[in-house]
């Protein structure tokens, strides 16, 4: 069992950045591919962004909305993944949620068919 906590969520204006973080309880971490997803009021909970689980050559991946705008890394020494989002717009408000997977392809990061999910934190983006 894996617990994740995210943190970070908040308040911003358009333009502005936040920075979205995701503590993992697990002394494998590294074994775990790590995903932002977003669920806006009223919508389906969509793929933000998703880092793959290979130690020596981490690979990205970025829906094509926030692609340039948004920055997902992780740190192994803190058990941690993080979500830099810069050049906020009001559609990028909803609640966030951090994501684990333990299996699947580099191609299939964007499925929601991950393990593990932390409870949420919220961003709010005012214009």
């Known amino acids: 069992q894996v617990q994740l906590v995210e943190s970070g969520g908040g308040l911003v204006q358009a333009g502005g950045s936040l920075r979205l973080s995701c503590a993992a309880s697990?002394?494998?971490?590294?074994?775990?591919?790590m995903g932002w997803f977003r669920q806006a009021p009223g919508k389906e909970r969509e793929f933000v962004a998703a880092i793959s689980r290979t130690w020596s050559s981490s690979n990205t991946m970025y829906t094509d909305s926030v692609k340039g705008r948004f920055t997902i890394s992780r740190d192994y020494a803190k058990n941690t993944v993080y979500l830099q989002m810069n050049s906020l717009k009001p559609e990028d408000t909803g609640v966030y949620y951090c994501a684990a997977r333990r299996s699947g392809s580099y191609s299939e990061m964007g499925r929601s068919d991950y393990d593990y999910w932390g409870q949420g934190t919220q961003v709010t983006v005012s214009s």
């Open positions: 697990t002394r494998t971490f590294s074994s775990y591919d």
